[in-house]
Each structure stands twice: as structure tokens, then as C-alpha cells.
């Protein structure tokens, strides 16, 4: 069976750095070794590093993004809670979704698809229900291309309603201040700009997040992702809750090792001008841009060119030149692409070889 290598241009996942590919070949160590829990100890320390924020509860929660969504919505909701939820694309869905099986009462607060979520809407939205317990908002939406703006949600540091950010695919490839913003949750996943394979989910509750944690009515629904029981064996409990991923964490603390290296302010610097030239490189083959304001470098989404079938050309893509983009979602499906510029692969290198095999495919 061959195992083809594939140039990752989708939104996710993005091709590992190369240390991160390596730190799979380390040996397997019991979840409660003590070289392995200073291992644990580290990404911790860097993963507040990367978040930009002092929070003693800081872990990776073992699953993918969607596990890291859900571990903040039921940790923090009690049933008959009201949430305000921001929505402008598939993941803002997703969180309407998670938060109404948490028995929370949503309140939508929408933009269209492509556009951006005025932050002063989600504060109105707070001010008239003010006992909601917590306003949720994507930073990055993947499924548009689109930035919310969070650190105007500040405010609510002055409320008892607490905020949660999704930074999914915003984490390492744009600015994430959970401090300096007031994020009281925040949960990102391994495959987009950390440039990790998928399957962990680093999260971070401020204090008074934790508190809310600990004064629940009624125990956390889910067992497995209780961030009580699982911050006892993170932390100096080190009580055992369920069997760390160990390869997986080897690979985390190395690629948030390379991030560190390189910089947070590098990284951003290299993920904006990637794609940037994408960017402006794009309506000369016939593409436009799909999002009107406030466009990701991370995640470019598009139309496509008149008269060019979508699956045929991703096909081509794939099978001639080994590189993989995204469909589009919504209104974007079949007429439209995603394209990703994440973590390893947020280079020019990226740029030209996927501009390149346009030419050949559609002519400039
Ligand atoms: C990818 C993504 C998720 C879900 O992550 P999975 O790893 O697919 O579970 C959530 N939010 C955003 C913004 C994403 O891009």
C-alpha cells in the first residue's frame, strides 16, 4: 500500500513540521513516568506562552477540535443557562449546537456568511439578557475565511458573563491575547496553524472560569471531559483520569517548541505575508474573493473561475500534483474553494508550487 505525501492547502490539517514528524519516533512512556510528566509540565508552559495568558489551567484535552468545543460548553453551561452565540459560518453553528445539548436557551447573533460579527452586537445582545452566563464567539471562521474581532469583548470583564473563544485556526497564525482581551475559555486544535497532526485540543480557563467550574450546581455531564478530573492529573494530583495520548503529546510540545523558536510575532509575520501574495495572486486566474472584510491569511476562500468544475479540478490537483485544497461550505459548495496557508506550510514555497500548478491547469 503506497502512502502518497500530499502538499496539505485545505483548512486543515496542514502538513507537521518536520521536528514535530520526528518526535513520533519517540518511545512510548507510561502517562504517569516522571520524565514523561515534566513533558506535560512543558506544554503546559507553552502553551500559556502561546495563548498569551497567565492561566494555571492550561492542558490539552485529548480529541480534536471539536473536543475542545465541547469540553468549554459543558463545563461551563448549566442546563437553563442562556449562552449569546456569535454565528457567521459553520462553527458558530456548531456552537449553537453544542451549547442547546448543554440545555442552554441560544441567543443567535448573526452576520451573514463572509461578512464579520460587530462585536458591539454580541455587547448589546449581552446587556439585554445580562444574566447570560456567557457569550461565545469564533475567532477565526474557517468556513468563510473570516476574522471576528474579540478584543473590544473585553467588557465583560465588567459582567458576570464570562467569554469564550474559539481560536481553532487562529492559534499561532494571527494574534490570540487571551489576557489582554478578557478570554475567560479558550480551545484551538493541533492541525491548523500549530502545525500538529489532529487529535488534541489545548484549552485555557481563566480563574474566574475555574471558579465557575468548581461552584456548579450539578456535576459535568461528561465524565470523560470534566476539566476538574482531568486538571488532577495534569496538575499536582496527578491522579489518573484517563490514559494520556503520550505520542501525540510528544508531537504538541514539538511543535509548539518550533513555534516558540521561530517567534509568536514571526509566525504571524510569515502566516500574513503567505498570504497576502496568495491573496493577490488568486483573481489573476479568475477567483475572487469570497470574503469582504476582514479576510484570514490563514484560510483564503473563493469563487471559482466561470466554467471550472470544482471536483475535476481538486481531482487534477490531487492525482497530477500531490496538493490538496478545500471545498467550499454553504453557499460556497461546489462553486468555491478553501485554501489554507497553516503553520509548516504558511510559506512562499506554498504560494508558488500551488500558483504553478494552476498555470498548468487553467492557464493564467
Ligand atoms: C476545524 C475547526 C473546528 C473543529 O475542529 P476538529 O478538529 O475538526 O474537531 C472548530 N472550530 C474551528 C474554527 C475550526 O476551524
Known amino acids: 500500500m503506497a502512502h502518497p505525501d500530499r502538499l496539505l492547502l485545505g483548512p486543515g490539517p496542514s502538513n507537521p513540521y518536520p521536528e514535530v514528524v520526528e518526535a513520533f519516533q519517540r518511545p512510548v512512556l507510561g502517562h504517569l513516568d516522571p520524565d514523561f510528566l515534566a513533558v506535560l509540565d512543558e506544554i503546559a508552559d507553552r502553551l500559556r506562552a502561546v495563548f498569551r495568558?497567565?492561566?494555571?489551567?492550561?492542558?490539552?484535552?485529548s480529541g480534536t477540535g471539536s473536543a475542545g468545543m465541547e469540553a468549554c460548553f459543558v463545563n461551563l453551561v448549566e442546563p437553563g443557562d442562556t449562552v449569546v452565540v456569535g454565528v457567521n459560518g459553520v462553527f458558530g453553528e456548531?456552537?449553537?449546537?453544542?451549547?442547546?445539548?448543554?440545555?442552554?436557551?441560544?441567543?443567535?447573533?448573526?452576520?451573514?456568511?463572509?461578512?464579520?460579527?460587530?462585536?458591539?452586537?454580541?455587547?448589546?445582545?449581552?446587556?439585554?439578557?445580562?444574566?447570560?452566563?456567557?457569550?461565545?464567539?469564533?475567532?477565526?471562521?474557517?468556513?468563510?475565511?473570516?476574522?471576528?474581532?474579540?478584543?473590544?469583548?473585553?467588557?465583560?470583564?465588567?459582567?458576570?458573563?464570562?467569554?469564550?473563544?474559539?481560536?481553532?485556526?487562529s492559534l499561532g497564525g494571527i494574534p490570540v491575547e487571551v489576557d489582554a482581551w478578557g478570554v475567560d475559555a479558550a480551545y484551538s486544535a493541533t492541525q491548523k496553524c500549530l502545525g500538529v497532526p489532529p487529535g488534541l485540543a489545548p484549552v485555557t480557563f481563566s480563574p474566574r472560569a475555574?471558579?465557575?467550574?468548581r461552584s456548579r450546581g450539578a456535576a459535568v455531564q461528561s465524565w470523560y471531559l470534566d476539566l476538574s478530573l482531568i486538571a488532577d492529573y495534569v496538575g499536582a494530583a496527578r491522579r489518573y483520569h484517563h490514559t494520556a495520548p503520550i505520542s501525540m503529546l510528544y508531537a504538541l510540545h514539538a511543535g509548539l517548541g518550533v513555534l516558540l523558536d521561530e517567534g509568536l510575532e514571526a509566525s504571524w509575520a510569515r502566516h500574513r505575508d503567505a498570504g497576502a501574495r496568495l491573496q493577490e495572486a488568486l483573481p489573476g486566474y479568475g477567483f475572487r474573493a469570497f470574503a469582504t472584510e476582514r479576510r484570514l491569511p490563514q484560510l483564503t476562500s473563493v469563487w471559482l473561475p466561470d466554467g471550472v468544475d470544482d471536483a475535476k479540478l481538486r481531482d487534477e490537483l490531487r492525482t497530477r500534483f500531490d496538493i490538496e485544497v478545500g471545498g467550499g461550505l454553504g453557499e460556497l459548495a461546489g462553486k468555491g474553494w478553501r485554501i489554507g496557508?497553516?503553520?509548516?506550510?504558511?510559506r512562499e514555497r506554498s504560494v508558488t508550487t500551488l500558483l504553478g500548478a494552476l498555470d498548468a491547469l487553467l492557464g493564467r
Open 210 to 213: 475555574a471558579e465557575r467550574v
Open 53 to 61: 495568558t497567565a492561566n494555571p489551567l492550561t492542558l490539552p484535552v
Open 341 to 346: 496557508l497553516m503553520g509548516h506550510g504558511a
Open 94 to 169: 456548531r456552537m449553537c449546537e453544542v451549547a442547546r445539548r448543554c440545555g442552554a436557551t441560544v441567543v443567535r447573533v448573526e452576520a451573514p456568511w463572509g461578512r464579520a460579527i460587530d462585536p458591539q452586537r454580541l455587547l448589546d445582545a449581552r446587556a439585554a439578557a445580562p444574566h447570560a452566563r456567557l457569550v461565545a464567539v469564533v475567532h477565526a471562521e474557517t468556513s468563510t475565511g473570516v476574522e471576528n474581532e474579540i478584543a473590544p469583548l473585553a467588557e465583560l470583564q465588567g459582567t458576570d458573563t464570562l467569554l469564550l473563544v474559539d481560536t481553532v485556526t
